[in-house]
């Protein structure tokens, strides 16, 4: 297997609704990515996405995106991780180039949830027998999460109120964030109740976005770009489908399966770290993926934000360039937008938001109720 | 880039409906496949499907079809292609085995059209914008290519007969095949016209099922089994996406690109193909094809159905075990079901429908209005 770069970005401004068409968001990130990296050509695409075939009545999006960019006749295919989609077309593009097959791929997510009804569509990533057939939704799955949590470890009533802060304060200065005013910790206190226990202010933003990154065979990879940034790992695993089967729901058995892994693929510790970019769809999501990936004890999650430890200077940075609640969460588009801001912070491009010294990235995806989970780690 | 082996294969027969549940046949045969290997366990799973989230109301499949097959905690991810996802799967799962970071992995198609209406879930594998909009379907679609393949080469009325004769007579030894009777050139000449020039025999059928292989690196595949069949070859292309944008509707360019891709990295030249097995969903593709992959000059496919060309002990045997039109195609699961066919005629298993000395087999898979081809080329 050949290590594999990224040589290229593109990303547009996250909003609540584009005025354009899906496609030609997506056709935009991909020709910025190929002018980061000054190509006019790949080998291949691979496009994530979550909710077109209802939302845009859209299928084959893959071969859509490729030909509205001008990339007639080139490999295209779709991937898809429900929640995770942006991450599993990452993993694709890598294991494209990984293998010899694809010397240049390119790996693009977007999502344009302003057209429709979002809400009924994400919760088909639940069991649509047993659990969508008894009402559920990934917000109730996230509600009951926080409610186990709150009873099984008797957290304060803020628990939970820094992760919205932190991520408001970071996305202030990222120009492709959606919500870039500040939010005080009162604000997210008061925010109305969405579902018990998840207020609003726990909840990521439905929105359209979409962003693409270009990957190369790393010993190629100066030919495109002088500050190339490498994939150590890159790696997936699936939990028990329905929470209901786990063990211990509290426990995230993919994500600490997949970040296990991923960590001894690319040989470094958890300490080695500097920037963990956490899939904050919800801010429970957040608090239990730092205690499955063992930067927290179990129940202590939420500490690391109470105490600013994941703020930019703080033990673990999260969600550094506002994650998936303050940037947005255009869902098939977040993993990619969530490697283009670790690319910028590797290579001291992260202005305002740059972590010191970041030399090791961490991305965890989520697909529905943590059942599939993607973990890349990034390195320079 | 690891050579990749195919070490076990598992299909069901295709019916008109299930009775058992998408999820049920789909682990059925993912653990036939694992028997036929002789493995209880797989490092990833990938799924080919199209239809599961408007007919099953059911995202994130990969990960559901892992867990009702028992193969907790492992990498599972879908991926999409349109009518050409199964063999989309088996590409990804190839990359998975070849570039090294899994050492089985399984491709899983599956389909079950049996369960609400699926033309118009379909038909979104064309534009949703400018095609299905002025009311295109897949079928209009095929009927608009008839129409011109008529007028441009005026064929006689019967030119298209035998591509469905042969591919029943096929069926009728295949105990997987949806139809297994006797279907004389009278009966196709008689059939209704469903959107014409298309009669019904011209067209493959609504149906269900489900196949999966299991691959593994060629130089371990004798582990596994004693007749491992290798990937030759594995290649991508695509076309324009709307038919109107392309110079010549009647030349498939994806078809083209991908086979002599294909062709070329397999090493092997057109003559030394054994069988093929085609996308005869209507028999008007399977006649293109034949011309674009070389076959055929253009204008002349009809011929080699004919003149009995592509029967079993013709010049170019396609469709072998009943082709998409007779043995059924069930979409995401087509071609899994292609996969195993191949495999039975190149290791000798083929029944009374054997090939004699086969030794080249040459799968396409088409995605929409030949938008994204799919060329796999296998060899023992």
């Known amino acids: 297997m050949r290590p594999v770069s990224i040589v290229g970005i593109g990303q547009i401004p996250v909003k609540k609704a584009y005025y354009r068409s899906l496609r030609e968001i997506a056709a935009q990130v991909v020709r910025l990515a190929m002018e980061d990296a000054g190509v006019d050509r790949v080998d291949a695409l691979f496009a994530g996405n979550m909710l077109s075939d209802e939302?845009?009545?859209?299928?084959?999006?893959?071969?859509?995106?490729?030909?509205?960019?001008?990339?007639?006749?080139?490999?295209?295919?779709?991937?898809?991780?429900?929640?995770?989609?942006?991450?599993?077309?990452?993993?694709?593009?890598?294991?494209?180039?990984?293998?010899?097959?694809?010397?240049?791929?390119?790996?693009?997510?977007?999502?344009?949830?302003?057209?429709?009804?979002?809400?009924?569509?994400?919760?088909?990533?639940?069991?649509?027998?047993?659990?969508?057939?008894?009402?559920?939704?990934?917000?109730?799955?996230?509600?009951?999460?926080?409610?186990?949590?709150?009873?099984r470890y008797n957290v304060p009533e803020d628990a939970f109120v820094n992760f919205a802060v932190n991520a408001h304060a970071n996305a202030r200065h990222n120009p492709n964030a959606l919500f870039r005013q500040r939010v005080t910790a009162r604000t997210v206190r008061r925010s109305r109740v969405v579902m018990e226990p998840l207020r609003l202010m726990d909840c990521s933003p439905i929105c359209d976005g979409a962003a693409a990154v270009v990957l190369a065979p790393r010993d190629e990879a100066r030919a495109y770009t002088k500050q190339p940034v490498h994939i150590l790992a890159s790696s997936v695993a699936t939990d028990r489908f329905r929470v209901s089967d786990r063990k211990d729901p509290l426990m995230l058995e993919a994500a600490r399966l997949s970040a296990f892994k991923a960590f001894r693929l690319a040989n470094v510790n958890r300490e080695d770290i500097s920037l963990y970019e956490v899939h904050d769809a919800f801010s429970i999501m957040a608090c239990l993926l730092l205690e499955a990936v063992g930067f927290a004890e179990p129940g202590q999650g939420w500490r690391l934000a109470a105490e600013k430890e994941i703020g930019l200077r703080g033990r673990i940075p999260v969600a550094t360039m506002g994650g998936l609640k303050a940037r947005g969460h255009p869902i098939g588009a977040t993993a990619l937008y969530q490697t283009c801001e670790i690319v910028l912070q590797l290579t001291g491009r992260a202005g305002k938001n740059q972590v010191k010294d970041a030399k090791i990235g961490l991305l965890q995806s989520v697909g529905g109720a943590a059942t599939t989970l993607l973990t890349h780690i990034f390195g320079v």
């Open 55 to 151: 939302l845009q009545g859209q299928k084959q999006l893959a071969a859509l995106i490729a030909d509205e960019a001008g990339l007639y006749g080139i490999e295209a295919l779709a991937v898809r991780a429900a929640t995770a989609s942006g991450a599993a077309a990452l993993r694709m593009a890598y294991l494209a180039v990984a293998s010899g097959e694809a010397d240049l791929a390119i790996a693009v997510g977007v999502e344009k949830m302003s057209e429709g009804v979002a809400t009924p569509a994400l919760a088909k990533a639940l069991d649509a027998r047993y659990e969508v057939a008894a009402g559920a939704t990934l917000l109730s799955k996230n509600a009951e999460l926080m409610r186990l949590y709150r009873q």
